[in-house]
């Protein structure tokens, strides 16, 4: 029953994870005037290519969005139905909240699953961060930007992943709490520091 539950939590986590990263692609690629296909191709590598990479590391087989067909589905029909459309107006501030909670979300699931398999903390924290930064780093190569992680004098970014890895395998190993109480407390954490780091654009010093 227990696995029950954490196997849905996941899913709801995951999908929410995916969904978002999509909408930031998805903003960003309108906002360039992609067209139906670019938008669509911008969505996905944004959305599940992050969790790829994370698979492939971890050798999961098959990769999490082709076992679960839904995802490329809905997110064609949402863009197709999007890009219908044609003179509605994207601005590339509403880039930032999608964004913001593809990071978090992604951070806690890759942190569980790295964290199952048993590898360090420092592993589960670097697998965390590339994972949670590399659908936006895609993302914004393909729409001709320079990646949001690689900017300087921006607020802080990749390093809430890996603070917040580093934080769901804490919780995890001193508090009593299960795993899935711990992944949205963890999640909670990143998009709230995020939000933080954005409002008053706290920067690394260096």
């Not at 913001?100 to 360090?120: D, H, R």
Request: proline letters at 4%.
């Amino acid at each position: 029953m227990d696995y029950i539950i954490f196997k849905n939590i996941f899913y709801i986590i995951e999908t929410i994870g995916i969904f978002s990263f999509a909408l930031s692609g998805l903003i960003l690629a309108k906002q360039k005037n992609f067209d139906l296909v670019g938008v669509y191709i911008v969505a996905c590598v944004t959305a599940f290519g992050g969790g790829t990479i994370r698979d492939v590391i971890l050798d999961i087989q098959p990769v999490y969005w082709i076992s679960h067909s839904e995802y490329p589905t809905t997110l064609l029909i949402t863009v197709f139905i999007i890009c219908l459309f044609k003179k509605f107006s994207i601005k590339e501030k509403w880039l930032f909240l999608p964004d913001a909670l593809g990071l978090s979300l992604f951070t806690v699931t890759t942190a569980q699953m790295a964290y199952e398999a048993n590898l360090p903390i420092i592993v589960v924290a670097i697998l965390s961060t590339i994972v949670a930064s590399f659908g936006g780093v895609i993302r914004d190569v393909l729409c001709q930007q320079i990646p949001i992680i690689f900017q300087r004098n921006t607020p802080i970014y990749a390093s809430l992943a890996f603070l917040g890895a580093i934080f769901y395998v804490l919780l995890t190993d001193f508090t009593p709490f299960p795993m899935d109480i711990n992944m949205i407390i963890c999640s909670f954490f990143i998009f709230s520091a995020r939000l933080i780091v954005k409002r008053f654009h706290i920067v690394l010093p260096i």
